[in-house]
């Protein structure tokens, strides 16, 4: 059966509101006046008279061409002595280790005369696989922050490390009550630091340390599952690649639960339309990441789950005494998974996100009873993150709270103020302590209040070692000097604990790294001082364990005691970007639109928006009509946020975003993590205190058995107001052009190639024109025989440059999105200006919600019975596809023809090459690009006021992480994604210096550099053994807006659902 | 005659002096013996006069042998002491190589003994006259007065003026003179009343096609002339900063031959050519101190970059502060234009010449030397391309792409042997890369687009 969508890209579209029918034609919403383009707005304050104006003119003419006669005097300063590794001009790549407490992954980090300034993953060592996510690779900004603290301080004061030290130690000396408070230890050398650092103060009394591990998103009730199944607390290592069948039941597996960046790789390998496909159902209240790529995705409540599992876990034979009965859609997709699964014996694999026990009890069972354990599921290698001790925590939090907590506290870098539901009065209680100590490297919500505060490096500034996995040792080398004078956490414990001393010249401290190094010869990590060099050059290694497989042990799974709320439900769900909200200073991740609403700089309520319909609330907005207010009251405790019309969204659900709001009390937390003016400054609240982005609903979470559920019982109400968003979802018109996405499924195109080529019309069928034959009849012809210029002479010639997108694969995740803005200096604008349409990312990815409809894809049959609002019913649970797009560098491009000044032309190696210098700004360019992809620079966004508070090139350190290969673009001109021409020009200097073609795969664009699910192939089109010649001529192969005729160098494959 | 080898060799080695002496003479403009030539040549970088360096001090070498018995065991000794020492004729040949912990002394079989004498000779003369604390050599040290380029033949120009006035003036006379006549002839008193410039304008209506289009005419030349002159303002050319240090360049490139990418060694790896860093420097300034007051001065800023204080005993020591250079940049580009080095020297195989002129006669700081002077180097090697415009610009950039030919398809480099092997299919384009030059030039191959150089 031929699946017959009609696409649309917002609900501005599908309703066709009239600002959006008005604004669908224009490239740019809206006209910008004289003075803000300017950007100065003294010029309006003051009042120039029409000679005054010429005399100005006049003299500031005369002074420009004088000034110009006259060279502008730049310094050179050549180091004193050079650093044998370090060649100005070429950049020095470092094999390490990312950990920030939720994400962890091998890494390569480049750096450019000693500062990182890209971060990529490691393709060659690691189980990552080279995968890494938005934040990793927004990380490199992080360290550049201001805010950073750059110094130790003793009651809110600057101090010197030794003046701390020695209050520090005085106080753990007299105290008889000692907590560390961290987030998951998986570094082995600060586990043996810490117990050496307890055994130092608790050799009497074994009480006396206590070290307890916080995270701030909980996994407990996998671990504690696990221990009632197991006989020991543990998360598996789950593998995706080998389930050919995946149920995901609130899981977003592919972007925020657990390991994901591991996960994403792994599933997209049974993801290739080309070979045998894995089926996958998700089963969700919000619209995920994960649930936007199932082949089946199914909506449901949170208080649904527990049943869905023990239905399915009875229909499979298991046992369970819990209620079984779900409702009659939902039976039916139950049926369908549980048809598949027994299909798919030993081969599958059903992951549940819940922090329910029982719903891990069944989720566990049910994966015994498929034999997924030693297959799907690791027993031997457990995964050692995530390990967050949610009872121990609640006790020290209720024990500091009632005044009664230990002694000393050493916080370690957790943010329990923030992240925890009792935050607010935790905080109280920290304040009080008499020795709070705190390695955090921002004075935050929580160790804002520290007595002592002795920061630690940034990730990349410092030793680590990790053991992520059993039998996984890893190291995290430094790549830049510190920055401030910040102090290694793991020596400070062992200073601290009295195990060694702080060395005098604290920058070029060796104390973790002699320490990490003795831990793992004295481990059996390495065997010798050699073998430690080679693990730091690879960054990691697998050591041999003894672990014996776990076995299975069935336990009878009763009721759960959570009451099931009976009205709204509210999920509380971790964006793409932001998660927990570690990192949410960071203006990348602020900037870099959520993949599913497209929303930045801010969270909201997600709804479905026939039930917003309903309740009357706004389904539409822009960026002059903004989004209607709701409070949301769980057990007592409210917030106020918009609500956002999310087709897909359970009904009777509503989603939060959690990792917002951070900052409450104006805590110098980084300076993109607050609100900021129309023009500038920040928007400060009625107190005169700076307003967080968004806000934060950690303290909504309920806690049940000491575990934090992820969501809750709601009431929900609406607020007058309405509440500008910024969202890049419909900036970009469609034009009613149908031929840009194209979607089929498994029916239509099934493995085996004749069959699959044979029916080509169905699922990817070419774009046709009349013309006269000799004979003078009318025949089709495709599309690319027609042709109005002459060609550039690209193909065979040379190279050309090419791209290819798999539809299939792409997850939709933004990876390359943020390392496209970190490779070519893309400004960030701030949540105004992406309001007005004005983002400035190269590259975005445009998510199409479809829905079932009598139109077929590409063309419009029955034109005139088609009508969107027959489309909207459909809505509530529309299929997803993400499509990432940029230049498409056409051969036949439209922009170049109209650049008056010739800034944009074409290369012989088929690029289409913008030339800032060049450009006068007439946007013609942009106007004339069927795909949008181009955009204006409308102000100095490394000087104008505007952006100082968001954007990192204002300030000094932030400009550290500036790309110095690429440019920084300067107001009024022009740019787009140049296909990473510098990193052309590097591969080919490399390949003449070394007197060699060009290899097929030596260049990576950033974009595909990152895919975590390598749908993106660059490569050298002339080359015709190369794999983006072969992508390209695949059957599945198709140009978008091909009928256009504009002759692109990027192909999409055509998206399959493994669907029958 | 017939002449041996070795013979042969000698000839050709004192052929080979003689042209050095020659040129080196040729710039300097100040006679000097050979002696001197041959010590700064060839001694310098490991001995000094008067202080023990690398090697030992050779004031009173000759003393020194002489006391030893060996007074021409000296003369073999410079010109190859491995040989002397292995022939273990000479004990203080042993005494000396023990002495400085075995490292040989480099072998010079190319001197011969008179010119041996002559360095010894020199060193003795110039240590008595260090002595006599009458150090008179006009050698100043760093930097040398510029020597004033000779202005061009421009005494000519004025002459096309008076002839352009002398011209005009003779029409003017002739037409008063025709009109007079005419007058005259006429009788008509009407003619007589216009003026002369009334007369001027009626015939100028009268052909007023021929005049407009002249005045057309002049107007677009002087419009084009207008642009051609502004193409080649240049701000850059002769630009020369004041330097933290007086660097002469011709002292190190030049008289001592060090190598351009000695210094800057990263400008066949990397987009910059790297300035060298201190302790690059210091690889040589360890020795070398100076001898004049100011080489001192400048030297010892060196010394203050790279922590080094040469009273330490025995030999020097660092101190362990250390404080940068702060160079002023010479050749400035701006931040939309990207520049490859190694593109240009390593790829390309251009000579550092065809950019930055012959630096080994550079006497002062650096400068962005102007394409007139570059150009000029085209008589010593034919490969320097001549060019128009002036240095630093991007007319400058596009016309040596222009004429720059590369070699591809030779079978010497893989990467564009096969760019040849590609073009090679579309014959039709090979032909028209070919039509004009003859040659696949950078710009054929993509020398002149845009993001070669701007993104």
Known sequence: MEVKKRYWKGLEELKETPSYLQNKDSEFPSETSIEQFLSNDQLSESSTGRRDFLKFLGFSVAAATLAACEAPITKAVPYVNKPENVTPGQATWYASSYYDGSSYASVLVKTREGRPIFIKGNKDFGFTNGSVNPQIIASVLSLYDGDRLNAPRVQGKTASVSEADKAITAALRKATSIAVLTPTVISPSMKKALGEFSAAFGAEESSRVSIVQYDAISYA???????????????????????KVVVGIAADFLSTWLMANEYAPQYAQLRNPDAEMSKHYQFESILSI?????????????????????????SLGGQSSVNSKISPALQKAATAVVGDLKKAIGGSLLVCGTNVLEDQLLTNAINEKLQNYGKSISLVSELNLFRSEDVKANQLFDSIINGKGPDVLINLGANPVYSHPKGAELKKGLKAMKVYVSTASYADESSAVATHHVPDHHLLEGWNDYMPKTSHYAIAQPTIRPLGNTYSALESILVWGGLKARPAKTAESTVAYDYIMENAMASNFVSSKEDFNATVHNSCKEIKSEATPLTFTAVSIEGKNIPTPSGLEVVFYQKTAIRDGSMSSNPWLQELPDPISKVTWDNYITMNPVEMDQQGYNTTYDQEHGLSMATITVDGKTVTLPVYPQPGQALGTVGIALGYGRGASGEAIGKGAYQTKEYGGYDLDSNGKKKGIGQNVFGLLPVVDGRRLFSAGAKMAKVEGLYSIAATQIHHTVMGRDSIVRETTRSIYPVGEGEARKNKNQYNPAHTLQRLNEHGHHEEAPVSEFDLWNAHPVENVGHRWGMTIDLSTCIGCGSCLVACQAENNVPVVGKDEVRRGREMHWLRIDRYYASDQESQVGKKKDEHSFNYTLAEKASVNPTVVHMPLMCHHCNHAPCETVCPVAATTHSNEGLNQMTYNRCIGTRYCANNCPYKVRRFNWFNYPSYKKFTEVNPAQDDLGRMVLNPDVTVRTRGVMEKCSFCVQRIQSVKLDAKKSAQPVKDGDLKTACSEVCPTNAIIVGDWNDEKSEIRKSSKSARSYQALEEVGVKPNIWYKVKVRNQG | MKISSIQQVKIVNRLRLLVLFGFLMFIQMEVFSQGKALFEGRCNSCHQIDKNGTGPMLKGAKKRWADANEKDLIVEWVINNEALRASKKSKRAIEIYNEYNKSPMTVFSDLTPKQVNEILDYVDAEAAKGAAGSDKTKDKGGVNPVEESKEGESGSGYMWYVLAVLFVVIILSVGGVRRQLQVASSGNEELNKLTYWEEIKQLLWKYRKTTAVSVLVMVLSVVVYGFNMLYSINVMEGYQPSQPIAFPHDKHAGLNGIDCKYCHNSVAKSKSAGLPTVNVCMNCHKQINGKTEQQQAEISKIYAAAGWNPNIKPAGGYTGKTQPIIWNKVHVLPDHVYFNHSQHVAVGGIDCKQCHGDMTK???????????????????????????????????????????????????????????SRLMKNKALYKEYLKGDQKITASELGGWECAKCHY
């Open chain 1, 221 to 243: 009730a996998i671990a504690g599952a696990n221990e009632k199944n197991f006989g020991k607390a543990f998360i598996p290592s789950y593998d995706f690649s080998k389930a």
């Open chain 1, 290 to 314: 994960t649930g936007s790529n199932a082949d089946v995705r199914v909506q449901l409540k949170p208080s649904e789950i527990t049943s869905l599992l023990s239905n399915i876990l009875t």
């Open chain 2, 362 to 420: 550079q006497n002062q700081t650096a400068r962005v030397t102007p394409v007139s002077e570059i150009n000029k180097l085209h008589d010593e090697d034919d490969k320097i391309i001549q060019l128009t415009k002036p240095t630093l610009t991007m007319g400058w950039c596009i016309e040596c792409h222009g004429k720059k030919k590369v070699e591809i398809g030779n079978g010497k480099n893989g990467y564009y042997d096969q760019i040849h």
